[in-house]
């Protein structure tokens, strides 16, 4: 097990989560939502959420150099649990009905919650298996 890329990936989940929260309160509730309504708002949000989680993967990647794939399984399983719980935990303290939670992942209606949690398993091993940033290459 890489320590070192995982110790790295929980800091970059942690910069991840900060600009979510710039997301999801700023854009999509100040912005988005009230121009083009709930559902929009949301897959505009998501998307764009996807979009810079594979950013920030690219980023760990050229940062943290030394990684194999079976790495960046471990770095997508650790994002992913670290999601999860923060946002489970998070709504459970903020006293969310599971209900309400559970909107977000119904894809049949159009909410994408679903293709961000596979976005933080797949991101790292997608960008480092096809782009490896920070490898190079040897002759």
């Known amino acids: 097990m890489n320590a ?8 970059v989940w942690l910069m991840e ?5 710039f997301n999801f309160f700023v854009l999509m509730g100040f912005i988005y939502e009230p121009l083009w309504g709930t ?3 949301h897959q505009v949000g998501m998307t764009t959420r996807i ?11 050229r940062f943290v150099k030394d990684y194999e794939i079976k790495d960046l399984f471990h770095v997508g399983f650790l994002w992913l649990v670290l999601e999860l719980t923060f946002e489970w935990g998070g709504s ?3 006293g969310r009905p599971v209900e309400e939670i559970l909107i977000g992942w119904n894809i049949f209606a159009g909410y994408m919650w679903p293709y ?3 976005t933080y398993l797949f991101s790292s091993l997608i960008i480092g298996a096809v782009l490896h940033p920070g490898k190079t290459t040897e002759r």
């Open 92 to 94: 459970f303290l903020l």
């Open 116 to 118: 961000v949690l596979l």
């Open 51 to 61: 979009v810079y989680i594979f950013a920030f993967a690219y980023l760990l990647l």
């Open 17 to 21: 989560t900060l600009v979510s929260g």
């Open 39 to 41: 559902l929009i708002a």
């Open 4 to 11: 070192h890329l995982l110790s790295t990936a929980f800091r």
